[in-house]
């Protein structure tokens, strides 16, 4: 098995070396910029590892890998216009340096970038890969849409709200590993069991990020803890807490959602709220499950242990990150 | 050869069987929207019209049309926020009728769709149909991009004009049209003439619109008449008439630019400079020639005189509209 840090170095090789036109500069600066941001790029090297696991040469991978960096990176640039953000990585985001047409147009054609990418594949599995890219992206899409209206909805259930997080962040992280478990010319049912890994483990990965946003160490989680809490978001840890609460806890913590204007006493007395439901250690359950689920769909691909240990140590090491 | 009318018949069947998911209906409602608008369907009609002339089946080149046509709408949707459009066709544009993050998103959903449709092109013809679509995808967006640099450019050439007019409108027109002839199995020398066919006649059209913008009968035209002189937009017709003039003409023209509170006077002031220095002449002049070069592309190519038929009796029509 190729190590870790060769696929994350064929990787940024791999990005260095895309090449696009200089003109016109205001539709593809910003795309140069947004891929220089860094990253983990997490879902390329997925992509490479998912090929590596079925024994192919990861090169054939590439392409497809680098589409689907590309397009991840597309789908930053339209949602922090949606979201408003002022700060991509400690940067400014694309409509913040430049304007939002521009961040519109620019992630239209890196969109139209990602494709031509993802087409490079080899011809054998260029149409069934083509086909987990779409479905892929259009299920992104639904995702970030359930997220805009959960914004506005009163009600909002733990599985509405696992199902939104399965689209948004976890179908990328599946249909990453599949292209590339395709791409190696993996059968349907080991490449689905592969998906299947991927999107379980991209839930609980999710579900560790609500979970560090309001218990991580703000030094090693790298950005404010409480911001969730600040922004009334509806994460697992809020349904769940809005689902147990009763009596003058439910009110306390009804109060405190309509609270705007004292910050570290909000995140303090919800966080409160969270510890005396227990609320932490149901979400870890549940990320604990799903995390299970996930090896369960890696140990049932035939494949040789050595060659599922680089998938198992990535989610080993995801699942105890502290940033 | 299949008659027009019976082409635009499929067309807009194909349109009608488009079935999109009902959630999240603020994803794919102003998808449906925006489709149900109507339009001439000019481009997928084009997929239609190129894949008959080499004569083959037009039903194997359907899903491409209806992907080229979605793909179209998609840019418009974009194109109306980045314009601040209030109106398409008579209605509300989407980001009017939901706001601009539904209209972001809901593009996006629409362009993965357009993917999805000419990725349903036959075996032998899927790679190079993809390589024509994403290309022209591009050059789209470059096109558009150029668009609106030139709001904020003090000097733009002519031959910037018309290659900013090729990118956003022709090269369409072009790739519809070798899209059907791909997969009709036409060779790249044929699929290449018929592209310069529609790319010149699709440049020709446009400034034809450019003329009519001011000098067509405000019925027929169904605009407003003097919309791009109020606008100052940088039409073939300003920038003849800013190269051409001199003297007192050029003094007067350059006043009426900035001017805004006058619109009648304007219009009428500026279409006279026109006419004192014959832009219109020569913005006709070079229609012509685009005609006559994209006629001439359609010679070359070796299909007997009836095939080409349609193709030369839509570029007669489209040549002659007041609408």
């Known amino acids: 098995m190729i190590p870790l840090p060769r696929l994350q170095e064929l990787v940024l090789d791999g990005i260095k070396q895309l090449s696009f036109p200089n003109e016109p500069s205001a539709l593809y600066d910003p795309l140069r910029y947004i891929l220089s941001l860094g990253g983990k790029r997490m879902r390329p090297v997925l992509t490479l590892m998912g090929c590596n696991a079925f024994g192919a040469d990861v090169n054939a991978a590439l392409p497809a890998a680098l589409g689907v960096e590309v397009f991840h990176n597309f789908t930053l640039m339209h949602d922090d216009i949606m979201d408003n953000a002022p700060l991509r990585r400690s940067k400014p985001t694309v409509h913040t340096k430049w304007n939002s047409n521009i961040a519109i147009l620019s992630g239209d054609a890196m969109f139209v970038e990602s494709c031509r990418l993802v087409m490079q594949s080899p011809n054998a599995s260029v149409r069934p890969v083509m086909d987990v890219f779409t479905k ?48 190696a010319g993996a059968n349907d049912s080991d490449a689905n069991h592969l998906y299947d890994f991927g999107v379980n483990l991209g839930v609980a990965f999710q579900l560790q990020d609500d979970i560090l946003d309001v218990f991580g160490d703000a030094d090693k989680f790298g ?4 911001g969730d809490i600040l922004s009334n978001k509806k994460t697992f840890l809020l349904l769940t807490a809005l689902n147990k609460a009763s009596g003058t806890t ?10 705007s204007d004292q910050p570290q006493e909000k995140v303090k007395s919800v966080t409160q709220i969270y510890n005396l439901l227990s609320v932490r250690e149901q979400a870890e359950a549940k990320m604990n499950e799903l995390y299970d689920v996930a090896i369960s769909h890696l140990n049932s691909i035939p494949i040789p242990d050595a060659n599922k240990k680089p998938l ?12």
Chains 1, 2 share one sequence.
Do not use: H, P
Not at 315 to 320: E, G, I
């Open 250 to 259: 439910k009110d306390s913590l009804l109060k405190w959602i309509n609270v």
């Open 223 to 226: 950005k404010q803890v409480g």
């Open 136 to 183: 892929t992206a259009i299920e992104v899409c639904e995702g970030q849409q359930l997220d805009m209206d959960f914004e506005s909805m009163d009600e909002v259930s733990i599985n509405q709200y696992i199902e939104m997080i399965r689209l948004k962040t976890a179908v990328l992280l599946g249909g990453a590993l599949k292209i590339g478990a395709i791409i």
């Open 312 to 323: 198992k140590d990535l989610a080993a090491s995801l699942m105890v990150r502290q940033n």
